[in-house]
């Protein structure tokens, strides 16, 4: 509970810090909202001319792309510092964290707020709205599925930027395996093989982004559901432990420093 | 010729530079292998679905290697828009308009020079992607003759990501026009369909943008290596470097009369 109250009192204060450019938090929320539109007017284009792809349609791409977009959204509003957790490691700027009383990962990771987040938040729910799935009990299901989906995503950023404890700077690496995460998340999961199935699963975790949470969204199945939250708790729990065994090789960076 | 020459030393220091991480440079450039995988399975698919081996005059070997110079292009080129906005926000634009070279000049050799081995190395890895995939191109020689091609949308790329950057002169923040110009890209510039799949009526309006000479142009001068192609490609590109240059200038020196330079 306390922790909860925390993490609340961070959000606020990143918040505000936002907030405190009014014109560039709007601008970057309203930008990053139609950047997703124009995006998507590909997958309109493309459905307009072959109308499917192995039983996948426009409708499905919206439901995907809506979920993804919201799970991306939710984990860089409020916890924004995952995508940068490799460089805060490499520069020593734990240091900060590790002198505070309080749960340091998490702290670390919610340190920080990515204002274009909330346009593709927003987005995400427009998009399904847009889909003609729309139904109520599906709203419910969507916004647990964002959150199963949104865990995996910040589970699997914790995960792959932990290995800068072992290996350093790994800003290349990162970027790579996030664009692959969002880039195979976003493409019909019909048109993968089933060894490619496999790595979406496991090593780039897409599926759970984007199809299964989709899928979820759709139809309730108990197969859809259990797997988010298997895929969930297992992410999470291994990017804990992973961050958790690579602190103990962390070195300090003794850089006196104000974290803003 | 004497103010050539700096401007060339520019362009060869940033492309020594460019060199000094190669870790970094062939990491980056990695990113296109798993693009050209996707693309690969979506179009595999596609082509299968609509039963034929020719779809608007390109096959399929073709349409994964025009998508594999329109990401080399896309890729290749340098954050132009965000380091400029960065000099006019931090003030460093001062630092370089005291210097005896011409701000855009500078810019454009810096981000020329950046640009080289970025495509190079994506040109390298998507190509061996896309033949390991689907085989060699039709048209070899087809990436000799797409060469000036690609140059021109780099110098479009840049007039018009100059002008985003120069922007900040104006807003805070320039990321959301630089998204929006990259989307716009994608669509209107055949990035991730080739425009020849788009409706009659938007082929027409994506064809006369200059989205479409800075990477449908020369991608499919690439897949489609022909004399009135690579005229018509050229030409339309010449106009809009022209017009866009102007306007870059002038929303420069406008931009000029509004900074205000502390010391420091």
Redesign the interface.
Known sequence: MKTLQFLFAIWKANLQSVME?R??FL??M???M??NF??F??WI??F???K???GWGVSDMYVTFGILASAFGVVSVLFGNAFMLSEIIVKGRLDYYLSMPKPVLLHAVSSRMIA?GMGDFFYGFLSYALSGYFSWDGLLRYVLAMLLAATVFAAFLILTQSLSFWFGMMS??S??VL??ML??GI??I???DNY?KIILFTIIPAALMGAIPAEFIRVFTWQSLSQLLIGAIGFLGLAIFVFRLGLRRYESGSAIQVEV | MKAFSKYWSIFQITLINSLAYP??LI??S??II??MW?FY??WK??FN??GAEIISGLTLRDTLWYLMLAETIELGRPPIARTIAENVKDGSIAYILNKPYDFLWYQFSAAMGETIFRAILNALFGGLTVWFLVGAPKHIEGFLIAVPAVLGAWILHFCINAMIGLSAFA???V???T??Y???A??FGGM??PLD???QW?QTIAKTLPFSSAIYGPARLFVTPTLELFISVISLQIVWILVLSVILVFIYRRGLTQLTVNGG
């Open positions: 450019y014109v560039s601008s970057q309203i930008g990053m139609l950047n124009i995006y007017a590909i284009i493309f307009d001319r072959f499917d792809v192995r274009s290349n690496f970027n790579l664009n692959a880039t195979f493409y019909p019909t048109l993968f490619a | 870790g970094e990491g980056r990695l990113m798993p693009f996707v399975q979506l698919v596609t679905a609509a807003v805070e923040d990321s959301a026009f998204w929006i990259q989307k716009l994608f669509i991730l369909i799949f788009y409706p938007l």
